[in-house]
C-alpha cells in the first residue's frame, strides 16, 4: 500500500461563515466541531505491480455497507467471510469486485487534536470493547480507502466517521458537509469502473435526533439532510450505502425525498424482508442499501442482511449493534462505443 496522503472536505454554505450574512451560533458551534477532528485519509495501492480484483473483468459488484458501531464491528472478520466464500449461496462469490462502505468507522492518530475542545458526543470510547481502526483494517486487507470524519469521539483522541473501502480503484473522490442540525456528518463519495460502466457510491449517515426544538424524534432535521444529499449528489447510477435513522420508518419526509429522486432498494426495487437492522433496543430498520438506476446500467441487485446467529440471538453482530447488509449488484451491457 502506498502512505497515506489526505483530501479536502466541502463545508455546508450553512455553517462557513459567509460574508455574505451574519456569523451565527450555530456557525461557531459547527467551528468547532470541524476543529476536533483529524484529517481525511486516503490509501491506495501501489501504481506498479499491483495484483487484485481490479485486474479481473468483472460485469458484477459485491457491495457491504455496515454501521460498525465506532469501530467496534469486526470488519476484518466479516470481509474475510466474504473472501472465504461463506455467502456463495447469496451469489457472492469470491472472485467478485468488493467495494465497503462503513458508517462510524474509527480512526486514531496524531491529526486528532491531542485534547478536545468539548465539540463531540457525550459518549465516551469504551476500552473494554476492542475497536478496529479503519486504515489499520484497509491496509490489512489490502483495500484502497477514502475516511472522513465527522466528529471526536469524547475526550479520546480519535474520531469516527464515514469510510469507502475498495478493490477497485477509486476516482472523483468528494466529501462534504450534511446540514448541521445534531452532530457534524460528513459524507463520503467516489467513482468507480467496472465493465465499462461508471456508478457513484455513495457512504452517508443522518442524525439520529435533532435538538430539542426539533419534533418527532429529529425527523425534520432528516428531512433536511436528505434532501442536501439529493440536490449535491448530482451524478447519474449511484449507490448509497446509509444508516438513514429513519425512528419513525418510511413514514418520515427524508425516505419520501429519496424516493422521488429515484432511489430504489434494487433493480427492480423489491423491500427488505428482514424486521430491523438495528440490533440494540428498540430494533428499527434503519440501514439501508439504495440504488438510483440511470439508463439501466445495473441489471439486477439483490440486498441481504447478515445474521450472526441464524436466530438473530445475542447482544451485538459480530461486534456492532447494526446487521451488515450485503448485496450484489449485475451490470448491464456496456453501449457500443
Given at each position: 500500500?502506498?502512505?497515506?496522503?489526505?483530501?479536502?472536505?466541502?463545508?455546508?454554505?450553512?455553517?462557513?461563515?459567509?460574508?455574505?450574512?451574519?456569523?451565527?451560533?450555530?456557525?461557531?458551534?459547527?467551528?468547532?466541531?470541524?476543529a476536533?477532528?483529524?484529517?481525511?485519509?486516503?490509501?491506495?495501492?501501489?501504481t506498479?505491480?499491483?495484483?487484485?480484483?481490479?485486474?479481473?473483468?468483472?460485469t458484477?459488484?459485491?457491495?457491504?455497507?455496515w454501521?460498525?458501531?465506532?469501530?467496534?464491528?469486526?470488519?476484518?472478520?466479516?470481509?474475510?467471510?466474504?473472501?472465504?466464500g461463506?455467502y456463495?449461496?447469496?451469489?457472492i462469490?469470491?472472485?467478485?469486485p468488493?467495494?465497503?462502505?462503513?458508517?462510524?468507522a474509527?480512526?486514531?492518530?496524531?491529526?486528532?487534536?491531542?485534547r478536545?475542545?468539548?465539540?463531540?458526543?457525550?459518549?465516551?470510547?469504551?476500552?473494554?470493547?476492542?475497536?478496529e481502526?479503519?486504515?489499520?483494517?484497509?491496509?490489512?486487507?489490502?483495500?484502497?480507502?477514502?475516511?472522513?470524519?465527522?466528529?471526536r469521539?469524547g475526550?479520546?483522541?480519535?474520531?469516527r466517521g464515514?469510510?469507502?473501502?475498495?478493490?477497485?480503484?477509486?476516482?472523483?473522490?468528494?466529501?462534504?458537509?450534511?446540514?448541521?442540525?445534531?452532530?457534524r456528518r460528513?459524507?463520503?463519495?467516489?467513482?468507480?469502473?467496472?465493465?465499462?460502466?461508471?456508478?457513484?457510491?455513495?457512504?452517508?449517515?443522518?442524525?439520529p435526533?435533532?435538538?430539542?426544538?426539533?419534533?418527532w424524534?429529529?425527523?425534520?432535521?432528516?428531512a433536511?439532510?436528505?434532501?442536501y444529499?439529493?440536490?449535491?449528489?448530482?451524478?447519474?447510477t449511484?449507490?448509497?450505502?446509509?444508516?438513514l435513522?429513519?425512528?419513525?420508518?418510511?413514514?418520515?419526509r427524508?425516505?419520501?425525498?429519496l424516493m422521488?429522486?429515484?432511489f430504489?432498494?434494487?433493480?427492480p426495487?423489491?423491500?427488505?424482508?428482514?424486521?430491523?437492522?438495528?440490533h440494540?433496543?428498540?430494533?428499527?430498520?434503519?440501514?439501508?442499501?439504495?440504488?438510483?438506476?440511470?439508463?439501466?446500467a445495473i441489471?439486477?441487485?439483490?440486498?441481504h442482511?447478515?445474521?450472526?446467529?441464524?436466530?438473530?440471538?445475542?447482544?451485538t453482530?459480530f461486534?456492532?449493534d447494526?446487521?451488515?447488509?450485503?448485496a450484489?449488484?449485475?451490470?448491464?451491457?456496456?453501449p457500443?462505443?
Amino acid at each position: 500500500m502506498t502512505r497515506p496522503t489526505t483530501f479536502d472536505v466541502m463545508d455546508h454554505p450553512a455553517g462557513s461563515g459567509s460574508q455574505s450574512r451574519p456569523r451565527t451560533s450555530r456557525d461557531d458551534r459547527l467551528a468547532r466541531w470541524r476543529a476536533n477532528v483529524g484529517q481525511p485519509i486516503a490509501l491506495d495501492r501501489p501504481t506498479s505491480g499491483s495484483q487484485g480484483l481490479d485486474d479481473t473483468p468483472a460485469t458484477a459488484l459485491a457491495v457491504l455497507s455496515w454501521n460498525v458501531w465506532i469501530g467496534r464491528g469486526r470488519l476484518l472478520e466479516v470481509v474475510e467471510r466474504i473472501r472465504t466464500g461463506a455467502y456463495t449461496s447469496l451469489g457472492i462469490t469470491r472472485d467478485l469486485p468488493l467495494v465497503v462502505l462503513v458508517q462510524e468507522a474509527f480512526r486514531s492518530d496524531d491529526s486528532i487534536p491531542p485534547r478536545s475542545n468539548g465539540a463531540a458526543p457525550r459518549e465516551i470510547v469504551s476500552r473494554a470493547r476492542p475497536q478496529e481502526d479503519i486504515v489499520d483494517v484497509a491496509s490489512r486487507l489490502g483495500l484502497r480507502l477514502r475516511y472522513a470524519p465527522s466528529m471526536r469521539n469524547g475526550a479520546e483522541r480519535s474520531d469516527r466517521g464515514n469510510a469507502i473501502l475498495s478493490s477497485l480503484p477509486l476516482d472523483d473522490v468528494a466529501a462534504f458537509e450534511l446540514p448541521f442540525i445534531f452532530q457534524r456528518r460528513v459524507v463520503v463519495a467516489a467513482t468507480i469502473t467496472l465493465d465499462g460502466r461508471r456508478l457513484r457510491l455513495v457512504n452517508a449517515h443522518l442524525d439520529p435526533r435533532g435538538p430539542p426544538d426539533h419534533r418527532w424524534l429529529g425527523a425534520a432535521g432528516r428531512a433536511q439532510q436528505a434532501a442536501y444529499l439529493v440536490e449535491t449528489v448530482s451524478d447519474n447510477t449511484v449507490v448509497l450505502g446509509a444508516d438513514l435513522n429513519l425512528a419513525r420508518g418510511r413514514r418520515e419526509r427524508a425516505w419520501r425525498v429519496l424516493m422521488d429522486a429515484s432511489f430504489t432498494f434494487g433493480a427492480p426495487p423489491t423491500l427488505p424482508r428482514w424486521p430491523h437492522t438495528y440490533h440494540g433496543v428498540p430494533r428499527l430498520v434503519l440501514d439501508y442499501v439504495l440504488i438510483r438506476n440511470c439508463r439501466g446500467a445495473i441489471a439486477s441487485a439483490t440486498v441481504h442482511r447478515i445474521d450472526q446467529d441464524p436466530r438473530d440471538r445475542g447482544t451485538t453482530v459480530f461486534g456492532s449493534d447494526h446487521h451488515p447488509l450485503l448485496a450484489r449488484l449485475a451490470l448491464s451491457p456496456a453501449p457500443a462505443p
